[in-house]
């Protein structure tokens, strides 16, 4: 069996000591900053970016993929026990599971969680492994113009599922494409946009940009609001759950974790519409739906599995077609080339074993998780009486630090502190910043695409319609876009998001 | 007037902005044809349709309204901002230490509290925790204060 070589290769280069160390350490600075407010995965993961450098690629990619998951464990702790959701993914789940804690049963919901979220995390993995080689053959058949389809077709989508205005979301892509012009020609070797700057000339690095906008930018608007935190901390008891609450847990979960995994894939999804969607399913379906926010078990498993499975499978398309789906993978991304690896069908094939090893690596992350959030948690509630006004000042420093190490330019700091001022404004305005890195991330690959197309079709913009791939990606673009235009969909879209 | 500065209606101009700078630094690269685009095809592309997207949210704004945008508070924008300058200013010149007071110092202003005793451990406390991290242990070509580190 194919599979099982490849499994086993994955999980001999995992467990080597130093990979299972960055493995762990991934986990807790996830946990760590899934607890904490005010800091996210993506602002983290770019931080980090600058040290990945100095470690090999598979050890960096092996960390940063545990920074991600981990943040989804982390953010629902403290929703159950505090009602402070530290991530965007586990607000839902402060609903019921703040509830849960209140009527006493917090251990029971916190092991509830940890539980579905490893079975989730285990099934999310066991789906790329099985995804992940007909797809990287599908995508090898891939001509320039396919590409270029492709990645509309992402980048689309990734607006749709996003919240907010459809119109904005899809300017904000092409600014980001614009941004992404900025340094010198592939082709001719012509300065664009550098304004006789040298350091422009290699292309903007993305990651002071995403420092700034999702670093920088919230830290500013935590000050602005005056990020205060109140609420008693609730004492945890037992973490077993009584048989009537397994009972209804395992189907909430099992549901979840199908759910989420689905939701994943698709480009834009990922851990946040996972759970929401997945809650709103729960309480559909259930005999009793006004018990939903009152402690209900299943609004607490499903979300929680269905947002860690949706952490997972959002991988898939990342690994084998090299398109990122959202703004954490479009850092993944960065990761890769900064490791001098491009991303896409060549890498299952030609870096087998950091493919196998990473992929791996995620399940051993998933049962850490479970290790260091059901018997640490004490540990954890207790960082969260330490207040933003210490923590301000470090994520400040910590960026501005690794912004420097990029390549030891203080010119980088200076672009930290740039793109802060228009992600502050991106806030004000209410555009998305996600969009935007998106676009900043895929622009140079697309552009290179289209030109390599056009130039193979000579001038012919019909070469996007007359191959079969790039066609019927584009049908399924053009069909998302008029879909939005569609008021029972907008109206559908607007309720989706509105518990945000 | 209101309708004016409205979130999406100032969006709309920023796109169009943005796409105009965009143009008008672009106008010098070539454009080439399409069988061998020049470096000018793809951004000139790219900044018109910006400008038609950023018009068409404009007109969105004003036909069907959207919310107002809350109004900045000036102090903490202005205070990170000078506190990534000041530190970019000084990491090189002085070294980590000093960029890394006057970078605490200033980020701590710009909260609703300021307790110098506070800030100060939190000084050392970073200071510490970078000495070691960066220097120490990923071993970084950098001065902890120049001159001395």
Redesign the interface.
Known sequence: MELLDNLSLGFSVAFTFQNLTYALLGCLLGTLIGVLPGIGPVATIAMLLPITFHLPPTASLIMLAGIYYGAAYGGSTTSILVNLPGEASSVVTCLDGYQMARNGRAGAALSISAVGSFFAGTVGTLIIVLFAEPLTRMAQKFGPADYCSLMALGLVAAVILASGSVTKAIAMVFLGLLFGLVGTDVNTGAQRFTFDIPELSDGIDFAPIAMGLFGIAEIVVNLERHLTRTGGTIKVTSLWPTMDEVRRAVPAALRGTLLGSALGVLPGGGPTLGAFSAYTLEKKISKNPGQFGKGAVEGVAAPEAANNAAAQTSFIPMLTLGIPSNAVMALMVGAMIIQGIQPGPEVMTKKPDLFWGMIASMWIGNAMLVIINLPMIGIWVKLLTVPYRFLAPAILLFCCIGAYSLQNSTFHVMQVAVFGILGYVFVKLGCEGAPFLLGLVLGPQMEEYFRRAMLLSRGDPMVFLQRPISLGLLVTTALLLLLMALPSFKKARKEAFVEE | MNRFLS??F???L??IG??LI?LY??QK??LG???????????RM??L??IG??A??CI?AIVSGS?P??R??WK??TL??L???C???L??RAG?IP??VV??MI??L?????KLT?VIG?IVV?SVL?TLV?KVG?G???YILRGVW
Do not use: H
Request: net charge negative; aromatic share 12%; glycine share 12%.
């Open positions: 979130k999406d100032l969006s709309g920023m796109f943005f796409g965009a630094f672009g690269l070539a044809t399409p069988v061998r685009m020049g470096p000018g095809y793809v951004p790219l900044s349709t910006l997207l950023g068409l949210v969105i919310e945008v809350e900045p508070k903490p924008i990170v901002t506190g990534i300058v530190f970019a200013l990491f090189e980590l960029a890394l970078l605490i980020a701590s710009a909260g609703e509290e300021f506070e939190n970073l970078c960066f990923l970084m070509n950098i």
